[in-house]
């Protein structure tokens, strides 16, 4: 098993900046691929961030050059950068884990941003 718990998460203005963070924790090895998804209230969850366990990087298309997902794999945390914050980027924001063919999930947190 695999827990992830996002934080981080809160209400921010437009043009602001945040910083999410997602403890992985439990049976990390071999962990394949670590990443964010986002869902915002009428609509589905959508791609925002994901990396490899070989470092490939992929970002959906409406956070790309302004959020970036990186690792410090020595406190087994993901974290998001978001810049630019705007009103469409608020949601919840899910740390999500693939291992095998397994799939993890945190239980979210809660991003706003006010115009």
């Known amino acids: 098993q695999v827990q992830l718990v996002e934080s981080g998460g809160r209400l921010v203005q437009a043009g602001g900046s945040l910083r999410l963070s997602c403890k992985v924790s439990?049976?990390?090895?071999?962990?394949?691929?670590r990443g964010w998804y986002r869902q915002a209230p009428g609509k589905q969850r959508e791609l925002v961030a994901r990396?490899?366990?070989?470092?490939?990087?992929n970002y959906g298309d409406s956070v790309k050059g302004r959020f970036t997902i990186s690792t410090d794999n020595a406190k087994n945390t993901v974290y998001l950068q978001m810049n630019s914050l705007k009103p469409e980027d608020t949601a919840v924001y899910y740390c999500?884990?693939?291992?095998?063919?397994?799939?993890?999930w945190g239980q979210g947190t809660q991003v706003t941003v006010s115009s």
């Open positions: 990396i490899t366990g070989g470092g490939n990087i």
């Open positions: 439990g049976s990390i090895f071999s962990i394949n691929v």
């Open positions: 999500y884990a693939l291992k095998g063919w397994d799939d993890y």
